[in-house]
């Protein structure tokens, strides 16, 4: 396995992000384009090993020249497109450059068009241009699989975003309000701790393993419901989950506002399956990679820190909600001094476990709501 070279983009990106932690790990080199240095992911990239990162923006006229750089000697590729700029021309010039290159493993993170299954189900504008891409790679007909992404769990958060805050109440206990319909089932996804090792295992088994497929990157399938009691356990306070419409409490960029009203629509009211009808999950993420995070023990070990990082101090008070469901200690396994004596401390003063220290991204700049996270949040 030593010695291959893969190109990602927009690699501070949480998907790519992992994925390039997990391949530096096992000792394969990677081409990462990322816009600037600037940023704790970038920062951590550039000291990770056998990574060169490749500056650059992928809008404009310099495009051509940074994706042949981009894609030079690289014989596999992740990529991960993102809304910013024009996402269907982004993509379909990252495969022209791959094709050129003559990639012989593309790995595209698409989402599906829901207006393509026959039932008036409209399409989420920012997942239908995933959709057109992934259509292009195969016209083009590079060895490609194109993998799917489930919810994040670290889309939660108890700052004000929308659908996926973790409101925190004045008693200490957490509501989620969404659209979803308490007992439809979604797929969660780690993507900070599971994209990386399971983009690995699917490299690993080579393009004719996959023959084009669509492979779901979901590692639990729950119920709003059933997420919530798991939050609960994790978290160690109550979680209750509100059906109700997407609450918009700051200002957000138009597009996004487009995504979510019809986010609302197709999987809310007509109660669309979030991949579609026909993709089937978690049985094939977990098949590929069985070191998943779920969500009680990412609401344990993670969120607190990440909602530490952010600013908010609500995990050092004593909540006087106690949990419905028996809760579970905040216990990260590590109590032991970190012998290298580096580590940063969690918050209940023990050291932070390393996937964490390793994996977050932060989802505020100290000055204000970052703008960016909105349109990462599905
Ligand atoms: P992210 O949200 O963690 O980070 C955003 C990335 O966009 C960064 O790499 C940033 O550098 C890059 N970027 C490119 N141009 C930018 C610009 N002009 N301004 C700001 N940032 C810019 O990324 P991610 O989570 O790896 O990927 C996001 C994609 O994943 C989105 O298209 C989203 O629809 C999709 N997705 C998200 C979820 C979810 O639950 N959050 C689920 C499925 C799919």
Redesign the pocket.
């Known amino acids: 396995m030593t010695g291959k070279t893969v190109a990602t983009i927009?690699?501070?990106?949480?998907?790519?992000a992992s994925f390039i932690r997990a391949a530096s790990a096992v000792g394969w080199h990677v081409r990462a384009q990322?816009?600037n240095r600037e940023g704790m992911v970038a920062e951590e990239l550039a000291a990770l090993p056998n990574v060169d990162l490749i500056e650059g923006d992928?809008e404009g006229p310099q495009r051509p020249a940074l994706l042949n750089h981009l894609f030079a000697g690289a014989k596999i590729a992740f990529v991960?497109?993102?809304?910013?700029?024009d996402e269907v021309a982004i993509g379909r010039a990252c495969a022209d450059a791959a094709k050129r290159a003559g990639v012989a493993h593309y790995v595209y993170?698409s989402?599906p068009d829901h207006s393509t299954f026959g039932h008036d189900w409209k399409a989420l504008p920012?997942?239908a241009s995933?959709f057109a891409i992934e259509n292009y790679v195969r016209q083009l007909g590079i060895p490609a699989t194109f993998v799917y992404?489930?919810?994040?769990n670290n889309?939660f958060t108890s700052l004000p975003y929308p659908l996926f805050q973790m409101d925190l109440q004045p008693d200490g206990s957490f509501i989620w309000q969404a659209p979803f319909h308490p007992d439809d089932p979604l797929p969660w996804l780690d993507?900070e701790h599971d994209v990386g090792p399971a983009l690995l295992q699917i490299f690993k088994m080579g393009p004719n393993h996959w023959k084009g497929q669509r492979v779901t990157l979901a590692f639990e399938k729950l119920t709003p419901l059933q997420c919530c009691a798991r939050f609960e356990r994790g978290v160690g306070r109550p979680v209750r989950y509100v059906h109700g419409p997407i609450a918009i409490k700051v200002q957000i960029p138009s597009g996004y506002r487009e995504q979510l009203d019809i986010l609302q629509e197709t999987l809310g009211k007509n109660r669309a399956p979030y991949f579609g009808p026909d993709l089937e999950y978690p049985r094939e993420g977990r098949s590929i990679w069985e070191g998943h995070r779920g969500i009680e023990e990412y609401a344990r070990e993670a969120f607190p820190i990440e909602e530490y990082a952010n600013g908010l101090r609500w995990m050092e008070e004593e909540g006087s909600a106690t949990p419905s469901v028996a809760g579970s200690e905040f216990d990260d396994g590590e109590s032991e001094a970190d012998p290298r004596g580096s580590r940063p401390m969690t918050p209940a003063g023990r050291p932070m476990p390393m996937h964490v220290t390793g994996a977050y991204?932060p989802k505020s700049h100290p000055e204000g709501l970052d703008a960016?996270?909105f349109?990462?949040?599905?």
């Open positions: 927009n690699s501070t990106g949480r998907q790519a990322i816009r992928l991960n497109t993102v809304h910013w700029g993170s989402m920012m997942w995933k992404t489930g919810i994040y889309n993507a991204t960016s996270f349109v990462g949040s599905m």
